[in-house]
């Protein structure tokens, strides 16, 4: 039987994870029952893992910046002094404290933790500095962190869902050094930290919620609990806190 | 929220820019164009970074590209090329898909044939304007449906069938391609 226009548009809509629940269950069985679906299917899904691969330079050239600062008559953005990072951080707490009270990871330090984590994204993000330590080898990111910190942080290849690890490197929340692998989807690099809780938990739910673009997941598990953020669509940082968290 | 605009730029736009730079490059199809227009929209985008309250910021300032580049390329003469036929949403995607299947090609092969990156890359940037922005924001830049909607303007079963579409070329012309 031909696929009709909406069965065509409801497959890539569920291949891009926008249907709701009902919808994509329904979608999924139709897939397994129907060999052209199942065919069209795979296509789209191939050409998206290609688009997902392409190289994109990230490039922002110095020339290009320093021409743009002088245009928008602004200082010197990419080496901020002190107290511009702090009132960037100062608006970041504005902006986050009302949503992320109820977020299980702060149980320790409710509302610093999370703005500083946000923090060393964005700084991150800003400069070049990325990671610490730069390898897509778990095996070479996972000692790195020996003698630098106390607890040994669980480290995931994800490269087969579509996620590059970038690298590593160390935040520091609230005195305690923080480790936060460094991954990338597409260009949308991914801070994922660990942090240690006070008493052990049940394995937890995914929760997320948004600021000014920023996507952050959260979830617990035993004594441990992640924070993701980036500005990679919710869907997708879900699916990663998923294949992070299902990993083990 | 700081009212300082230079510190609510460093926070809503300077984070995007790389973003801002590869779309700009993706509808200019030039580096140096993308980059004037970029630093167009970062003016426009300065201007009114007052009155921004959402909390996209990234969409928001894509927004902002997206219509400077528009601009630029109409300026430049360089968007009456795009055929209104190429843009006609009601092209029925069955008959498409009907000759997908009458080939016996495997799925595996499409994909090992989409390991060749600069023959995707070549294809994306032929695709017509209109559907090259919505593939570009949805597979490249990772922004959903209701944001590219946003973005563009265009109705959210517009981008949907423009992104189907846009994919269909793709795998289509791939295929030719290979055979």
């Known amino acids: ?248 | 929220m700081n009212p300082d605009p230079t510190a609510r730029f460093n926070t809503l736009v300077a984070p995007h820019l790389a973003d801002a730079l590869a779309f700009a490059r993706w509808i200019t199809r030039d580096r140096a164009d993308a980059e004037d227009v970029v630093q167009e929209a970062c003016v426009r985008a300065f201007r009114s970074i007052d009155r921004f309250s959402g909390s996209n910021a990234k969409a928001w300032l894509l927004t902002i590209v997206r219509n400077t580049a528009f601009t630029w390329l109409s300026d430049k003469r360089r968007l009456s090329l795009v055929s209104l036929d190429d843009l006609s949403d009601q092209e029925r995607l069955e008959v498409e898909q009907g000759e997908a299947c009458e080939r016996d090609i495997s799925p595996e092969a499409t994909i090992i044939a989409l390991g060749d990156a600069a023959l995707l890359e070549k294809l994306v940037s032929e695709l017509p304007i209109g559907f090259r922005e919505v593939l570009v924001l949805r597979d490249i830049q990772g922004l959903e449906y209701r944001e590219i909607s946003g973005v563009t303007g265009l109705p959210l079963g517009t981008v949907m069938s423009r992104l189907a579409r846009a994919r269909q070329k793709l795998i289509t012309q791939i295929r030719q391609e290979r055979s």
Not at chain 1, 75 to 83: E, L, Y
């Open chain 1, 1 to 248: 039987m031909p696929l009709t226009h909406d069965d065509v548009l409801l497959l890539h809509a569920y291949l891009d994870g926008e249907l709701d629940l009902a919808t994509s269950l329904n979608m999924e069985r139709r897939i397994r029952e129907d060999p052209v679906l199942q065919r069209v299917a795979s296509e789209v899904k191939g050409l998206k893992l290609a688009l997902s691969r392409m190289h994109t330079d990230r490039e922002v050239a110095d020339a290009f910046l320093s021409r743009l600062e002088r245009k928008l008559g602004i200082g010197r953005r990419w080496s901020p002094p002190q107290w511009m990072l702090l009132a960037a951080s100062l608006m970041i707490v504005a902006g986050i404290s009302g949503s992320l009270t109820s977020i299980a990871v702060l149980q320790r330090e409710p509302l610093s933790s999370s703005t500083q984590l946000l923090d060393g994204h964005l700084r991150s993000l800003m400069s070049s500095h990325q990671t610490d330590v730069s390898s897509s080898d778990h095996h070479t990111v996972k000692p790195w962190f020996n003698g630098r910190i106390t607890q040994a942080p669980r480290v995931v290849d994800l490269t087969d869902q579509g996620f590059e690890m970038l690298g590593a490197r160390i935040d520091v929340i609230a005195g305690t050094p923080v480790p936060t692998l460094v991954y990338r989807r597409r260009q949308h690099v991914i801070s994922l930290s660990e942090m240690l809780l006070d008493k052990a938990t049940e394995k937890g739910e995914i929760q997320q919620t948004s600021e000014h673009g920023y996507n952050i997941v959260t979830w617990t598990e035993g004594q441990r609990s992640f924070v993701a953020i980036s500005d990679l669509n919710s869907t997708e940082l879900v699916s990663f806190a998923q294949s992070f968290r299902d990993s083990s």
